[in-house]
C-alpha cells in the first residue's frame, strides 16, 4: 500500500520468513515516539505481517519482531514476520530466538500515544 511494502527475506529464518518496511525512511526503532503517526505505522505494519502470514501459513505458530540497534543489520526500519519454527541455520543458537528483537505489540505499548484510546 502508499504506507509499507512486504518481501519474502532472502534469507529466511524461519519456515515463512517476511519483511515489512515502511515507505518512508525511518532508521531504527528508536526513531519512534508516542506519536499518532509512529503508532499507525507500526500498527499498519504488524497488521499487513499478520494478513500475510495467516494466508501462507495458517496452521503455524508466528512471531513478529523488529531488530533493536546494535542488532540491526539495515538501518532502515523493518519489521520481521516468522512463521515458525526457526530453521536450524538461524541465529537462534547465539542470539536465542528473540536475542536484540523487540516483539512488535512490545514496541506497539512503548510508542502508544498517551491520549490514546486503542
Same mark, same amino acid.
Given at each position: ?14 519456515? %515463512?520468513?517476511? $519483511?515489512?518496511?515502511?515507505? +518512508? ?8 515516539? %508516542?506519536?499518532? +503517526? ?19 501459513? !495458517?496452521?503455524?505458530?508466528? *512471531?513478529?519482531? #523488529?531488530?533493536?540497534? !546494535? #542488532? ?9 514476520? #516468522?512463521?515458525?519454527?526457526? $530453521? ?9 530466538? #528473540?536475542?536484540?528483537?523487540? +516483539? ?7 510508542? *502508544? !500515544? ?5
Amino acid at each position: 500500500d502508499e504506507k509499507v511494502v512486504a518481501f519474502q527475506d532472502i534469507k529466511p529464518a524461519a519456515q %515463512r520468513h517476511y $519483511l515489512i518496511i515502511p515507505v +518512508e525512511h525511518i532508521p531504527t526503532v528508536g526513531d519512534l515516539q %508516542r506519536r499518532d +503517526e509512529d503508532y499507525s505505522l507500526v500498527s499498519c505494519m504488524l497488521s499487513v505481517g499478520k494478513e500475510l502470514l495467516h494466508k501462507d501459513a !495458517p496452521q503455524t505458530l508466528h *512471531r513478529f519482531g #523488529f531488530h533493536q540497534p !546494535p #542488532f540491526n543489520s539495515v538501518d532502515h526500519l523493518h519489521l520481521h514476520c #516468522f512463521a515458525l519454527p526457526f $530453521l536450524p541455520s538461524y541465529q537462534v543458537q547465539v542470539l536465542g530466538p #528473540f536475542g536484540g528483537l523487540i +516483539e512488535a505489540e512490545t514496541l506497539l505499548a512503548k510508542i *502508544r !500515544p498517551l491520549h490514546s484510546k486503542v
